[in-house]
């Protein structure tokens, strides 16, 4: 990085790193699921980017470069929480505090904003993405939902831009075949 004096390193910051914030932020609500935890998360990312600001190469994309601690942080939260333990949630209805039929939770409450993505879409649609596991429908995600080059998608998911191509591509045409009948159905697609 060519700035050296504190005012300068800040001035480059907020002009290089700045203009990332919205993005940043959308990806950290679709990683922990609701706003506030996108809020810290983002919070986390920049002060992560600018403790470590001499680290950043100029000339190189800096949004990839954020979102690569998004991901890094995301991760190792996520990962700090898993290993605590196990929560049942229980029915309130029948007794206060207890559920009919407990059901284990392993996951974080912020594992994933695609939750919130999921729970706006038909069922059929829902399911198909389901189907074609979490590291393809994550790329599908951020390729066409986020609108993420393939070489971002790549540094986000820690893979080779080759891997990301051969993913999306499969994972599309699995989604054709598992969603023809209905986009039939929506006349979408004719017979």
């Known amino acids: 990085m060519a700035p050296y004096s504190y005012a300068e390193r800040e001035k480059f910051f907020l002009e290089t790193a700045l203009p990332h914030l ?17 809020e810290d998360l983002t919070q986390t990312t920049f002060l992560k980017a600018y403790r470590f600001f001499d680290k950043f190469r100029e000339g190189t994309d800096c949004k990839a470069w954020l979102l690569t601690i998004l991901k890094n942080t995301f991760i190792n939260q996520y ?11 229980l029915d309130e209805e029948k ?5 009919d039929e407990p059901q284990l939770s392993t996951t974080s409450e912020s594992e994933t904003g695609e939750s919130e993505l999921m729970g ?15 590291e393809s429908r ?9 609108g993420f080059s393939y070489k971002e998608i790549a540094e986000i998911m820690g893979c080779p831009v080759g891997t990301v191509r051969s993913r999306l591509s499969r994972a ?20």
């Open 22 to 38: 919205n993005a940043v932020h959308d990806s950290a609500l679709r990683l922990a699921g609701n706003d506030v935890d996108a």
């Open 95 to 99: 007794f206060p505090g207890v559920r």
């Open 172 to 191: 599309r045409r699995a989604l054709r075949t598992l969603l023809r009948k209905y986009a039939i159905q929506q006349g979408v697609l004719r017979k």
């Open 138 to 146: 994550k790329i599908v995600l951020l390729s066409s939902v986020d």
């Open 79 to 89: 990962r700090r929480r898993t290993r605590g333990p196990v929560t049942i949630e």
């Open 120 to 134: 706006m879409l038909d069922e059929e649609v829902e399911e198909a993405l389901s189907s074609i596991g979490e």
